[in-house]
């Protein structure tokens, strides 16, 4: 099992700055790919930005220059740096992780309880 809790959240202006964090624990060891999701009301969850354990990113279009996604392995920590900020950026973002049992192949997908994020023009 692997746990995740996000933080970072709040309330910004257009063009402001916010940094999420995610602290990950329990069987970290095996976690492969992590990353942020958002979902707006009304809309269906998206990807935001994905981070491999090898750390190649891969960015939603509508983020690309702006958001910056990173993992400090040793902290067991994933950040997402959010610059620009726009209304449209409003959603809740969840933290998400996903690991594979090296024995079965087993994957397995984690997410956090989700942090808002809300973005006033």
């Known amino acids: 099992q692997v746990q995740l809790v996000e933080s970072g959240g709040g309330l910004v202006q257009t063009g402001g700055s916010l940094r999420l964090s995610c602290a990950a624990s329990?069987?970290?060891?095996?976690?492969?790919?992590m990353g942020w999701y958002r979902q707006a009301p009304g809309k269906q969850r998206e990807l935001v930005a994905i981070i491999t354990s090898g750390g190649i990113t891969n960015y939603a279009d509508s983020v690309k220059g702006r958001f910056t996604i990173s993992r400090d392995n040793a902290q067991n920590t994933l950040y997402l740096q959010m610059n620009s900020l726009k209304p449209e950026d409003t959603a809740v973002y969840y933290c998400?992780?996903?690991?594979?049992?090296?024995?079965?192949?087993?994957?397995?997908?984690?997410w956090g309880q989700g942090t808002q994020v809300t973005v006033s023009s």
């Open positions: 998400y992780a996903d690991r594979v049992v090296a024995t079965t192949l087993a994957k397995y997908d984690y």
């Open positions: 329990g069987s970290i060891f095996s976690i492969n790919a």
